[in-house]
């Protein structure tokens, strides 16, 4: 064993590669609109894409090509991956992988069904959906619900080494996909409903042992920051920045986990990616800022090393994690090209930063409903610099335990939650699927027990008041003005993620299960089709065969779908969303299905 | 709760109605070919419809008009109902019912969730499945796994009353819809695999009260038999008929359940069904004819009395339950105008028999590999006469216990299973979904145990050899010449029903999950489509706001499918069918989705 070990390392020490500037089959799969070989298109996280075949004057006419159930139901979330002729299908628990043919009408060439302890179920707090796969080197990875990762090989389904990353035990458990930089896959955990705490971690893409990891809270050394060189807009941390923004040891449960989308700027090397809700979710239990949680983070992948940190909810008392992608796109700013990165975070401000300096440039509100801040401080001279400025009413803190506060606009499950929204460089603009929906927050004392729920509040949801009546909205959004460009109103959250292509057409999918279509300049309908079940996957695209498809999964699920998915019917369960989304079942049931579209021959 | 009891029956006495044909909602149903109103179309059983929207000129251009997922895994057999301008769609166990708006794009306007002990799904010998509802009086007639028939508001999906039909602990489950006839709703019941005595009951339509119950086996009268007046080939079966062609008290765990489909003559005034395997599956523990199991019954719906009997394999060996649809038609033969009946057995005949006397007019093969007889004696004067002439080496009894009869064509699952033919009256054409697969067979000897398997054979399946290396064959049959007309190979068993239309198209479901639209004259394939999952259910047609629809359900599964279905692995696992139809997990995974299809605005 012990030799073996050190064959193992000694392998390692030659094999390592030069460095190219992020993985070479990652960003030859992006280039190539053919394929889809991201989740999110890109590194740039921007769901955009080249094809356009299908185009707003045509897409009236698309039609089912094919369809495929996965055999698993509840909430299905994330896109299948198109890597040549083969599409890549992941489901929610047990995460099962299917490799499809496209050759061969979809043929299945190998199934990857994982033996996992079904008792994770209990531990996930937003259904049991997965993100998606990743695809790097003839290589598919897989990140259990479990946190098991494992590497498939991708023509044969065989393991190549798989690594646990997580205790389910103590709520550690996984959902988001991972992101594979150069020789490293850099994965995420979820739990911050357990008081898990969170961390990001690189593991070597070869063999599977870990590279490093950086948590989001807790001493600086672990956390993988340099208090002189890592900064909060521009100013250097310093020393025991998380350590002195916690009472006593509240940060060793105080969750920051990190189950969202990580993107990815080569030229600059860094990652993006946003920590989660401080636990509990009583704020009262938990003084001070609660660093690094609700916090935008910019790291470098080979070490791991901190750059710069945005934390856009201090001392979080409403659950808006801040873990939404961050799409990296460059823009001209007063004559001046700017590296940017915009957020669409679930406390309803969307952000514009310099995503080389972390620098703060716009931040307003994308719902108008959004009440529970007036606005951002955008003084680089005020002391509360970047916060948020917390209307009093709303604050569940100020008004205490046990007691309820009414009306916070938007509920917890944010402005938009993990719904990847999408940008086309063509309009300029970002395309956003966005919750409309407002909460009673009544926060109360828990104490925390590994492995139980440490949530510690009570809500309950419905749709923004004095509005449309809906409990979503499909935007456009300049990200430079800060201004909502156009807004369609939607019965339910729009749930599902957005694709935006070259053929000037946007699609998004609904709760009620309704693959859209509208045009990306003035938001026009222009197509829809009632999938199987309610849509939280996200819309994607690829070329077979010369000819442009446009897929998504059903099944109703997420957070929003979980009374649904889990077949719970009182009104405060599912963390408050049973009831706020209980007239989804008129529209829907379970399901588990890819849909294809493409024009008729 | 006497004198509740007393005021019942005491309504019962004053609300017979006026017999009229059959149920007058029915007859209405049956005859709007807009609606599909009963599982077979219609009380003749023939899945065709008047329709002619959809041609065979226009079929290739076929689209997905929208798509339904039942939330519910496994097998989906039978079809939806629509009744006016709602769908009701029924699932496998737990048997949910959905009421869909058809002018509200499928919302959901009621769904009945039965509470069902899931122990029933252990004593179920085929997946799953349940072959649907049935529609009269405002009232949807949903008859459960566990035996309980429902009677649910068609407009409210509230339950008028239900009744259990059977007892699960036994072995006594259902699959089958179930008939309305006037004020009676006449039910069948499952578990020849686990001894039980099958029978067929009518309960009434206003309160669920029984008014009758027909056992396949045993004393006369609980047979409701004559034994003057019923007959076998014309003669009277004469008195004991059963308990003579059993040893002993066999009998009572004898099988002939009744699974299959019922059709009805309302001018005859005869309902005809057929009975199930003997018990067990090993011959040599139960010498005799077995009557009447394996039969075909003509029966009173009003008294349930029997008019006729024909049983196609006396003394079973080969598990070719007689249960399949009885197709029935008027055809002129040597220029009269005759009262037919057609029946594709599962051990590889087509019967044609007149359906008022029970006269046997043609009995052939409709699948050339059929090899476990010779032929039908078809000499009035013969004592063997109606008898299929057993070939030795296939006679899993002359081979007895412990031996295995190799190459025994067609294999236990028959030429044709549960999945309905359909009949055009424009070609005079009968198209039959079939299987093309012969079995290894070894009986052994077993003992009873209530609830327990009963079933006393090993048994392996596989494609029939020196024939196109393909499992099923859907064919059109000439049911006056006993001739195939055309045959086209398919790679798996038709195990979904068929629907012919006036439009010249005859439509088919297949394994691998194609829906596949076919020339009425030549079988030229003309549309294919790739559904979720494998198809089992049975196509159907409407028209709704002017236009034509086709629809069916996806989810692989039935016996064929039940290895994919319950998760088996093992080749002689599923009766067999686990290792005939391991191939099918290259192609599908596990569905259950309603897909409608419609031509291009
Ligand atoms: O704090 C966490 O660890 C955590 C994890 C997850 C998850 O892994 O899905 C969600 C959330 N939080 C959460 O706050 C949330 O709104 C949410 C929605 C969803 C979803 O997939 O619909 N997951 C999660
Ligand atoms: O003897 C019986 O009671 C019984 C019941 C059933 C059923 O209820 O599904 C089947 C069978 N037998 C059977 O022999 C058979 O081939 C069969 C196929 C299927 C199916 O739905 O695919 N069910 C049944």
């Keep these: 064993m012990r030799n073996a070990t050190l064959g193992l390392l000694a392998g390692l020490l030659v094999s390592v590669a030069v460095p190219a500037m992020a993985n070479d089959s990652v960003l030859a799969g992006q280039d190539d609109p053919k394929q889809w070989s991201m989740q999110l298109s890109n590194y740039a996280g921007t769901s955009y894409s080249e094809l356009d075949q299908i185009t707003k004057d045509n897409v009236g006419d698309l039609q089912v090509a094919w369809t495929f159930s996965t055999g ?6 994330g896109s299948p991956l198109v890597i040549g002729n083969v599409m890549y299908v992941h489901t929610p628990f047990p995460n099962m992988v299917y490799a499809l043919d496209l050759n061969e009408d979809g043929k299945i060439l190998w199934r990857y069904v994982p033996e996992q302890n079904p008792d994770v179920i209990g531990v996930m707090c937003c259904d049991t959906v997965y993100r998606g796969l990743a695809y790097a080197d003839e290589t598919i990875f897989l990140h259990q619900a479990d946190t098991t990762l494992v590497a498939l090989d991708a023509n044969t389904g065989d393991v190549k080494w798989s690594v646990v990353n997580g205790d389910p035990s103590k709520g550690e458990t996984n959902t988001a996909t991972v992101t594979v930089i150069r020789d490293k896959v850099i994965v995420g955990i979820s739990g911050g409903e357990y008081g898990v705490r969170g961390h990001m ?7 599977g042992s870990m590279v490093w990891r950086a948590y ?7 956390m993988l920051v340099d208090p002189e060189a890592t900064t909060h807009l521009g100013t250097p941390i310093g020393a025991d920045s998380s350590l002195n923004s916690w009472e006593g040891d509240q940060w060793q449960i105080g969750g920051g986990t990190t189950w969202g989308w990580t993107t990815y700027d080569p030229e600059l090397n860094l990652i993006y990616y946003g920590t989660g809700n401080p636990s509990t979710w009583n704020p009262s239990q938990r003084p001070g800022d609660n660093k690094w949680s ?3 983070m910019a790291r470098d992948p080979d070490t791991g090393m901190a750059k710069w940190f945005y934390q856009k909810t201090p001392h979080d008392e409403w659950d808006y994690d801040g873990v939404n992608e961050n799409l990296l796109v460059d823009k ?5 090209m700017r590296k940017l990165l915009v957020n669409f975070d679930r406390n309803g401000f969307a952000y514009t930063l310099d995503r080389e300096t972390g620098e703060l440039l716009v931040a307003e509100k994308y719902d108008p409903a959004v009440n529970w801040a007036t606005h951002v401080d955008m003084d680089p001279e005020s ?11 709303y604050s569940t803190e100020q008004n205490g335990e046990d007691v309820n506060t009414t009306g916070i606009c938007p509920a917890a499950l944010g402005t938009k939650d993990q719904q990847p929204s999408t940008y086309s460089p063509k309009t300029g603009l970002f395309y956003v699927p ?21 949530v510690g509040a009570t809500l309950s949801m419905f749709p923004a008041p004095n509005s449309h009546g809906g409990m979503g909205n499909f935007i456009a959004w300049d990200a430079l003005e800060g201004e909502i460009k156009w807004s369609l109103p939607e019965q339910f959250s729009v749930w ?3 694709l935006a292509t070259a053929g000037d057409v946007v699609f998004y999918g609904t709760l009620e299960g309704y693959l859209k279509a509208v045009d990306a300049e003035t938001g026009d309908e222009l197509y829809r089709f009632k999938t199987p079940s309610g849509v939280i996957g996200n819309v994607f695209t690829y070329e077979h065969d010369g000819k442009q498809y446009v897929g998504v999964l059903s099944g109703i699920g997420g957070w929003a779908g979980i009374g649904l998915a889990a077949g719970l019917t009182n009104a405060t369960d599912g963390l408050g969303a049973v009831g706020g989304y209980a007239a989804l079942s008129d529209y829907t049931a379970l399901g588990g299905q890819l849909t294809v579209f493409s024009l008729p021959n």
């Design 216 to 222: 989001s809270t807790g001493p600086d050394d672990e």
């Design 72 to 77: 698993v139901l509840r909430g299905h979330e």
């Design 434 to 454: 966005t919750n409309h929906v407002c909460m009673d927050y009544e926060p109360f004392r828990v104490s925390y027990a590994a492995g139980q729920p440490y």
């Design 294 to 296: 609700m916090t935008i």
């Design 496 to 498: 599902s993620g957005a």
């Design 201 to 207: 971690t690189a593991y070597n893409t070869a063999d």
């Design 332 to 336: 001209e700013i007063d004559g001046e």
């Design 383 to 393: 002391e509360t610099y970047g916060r948020p400025q917390v209307v009093a009413e």
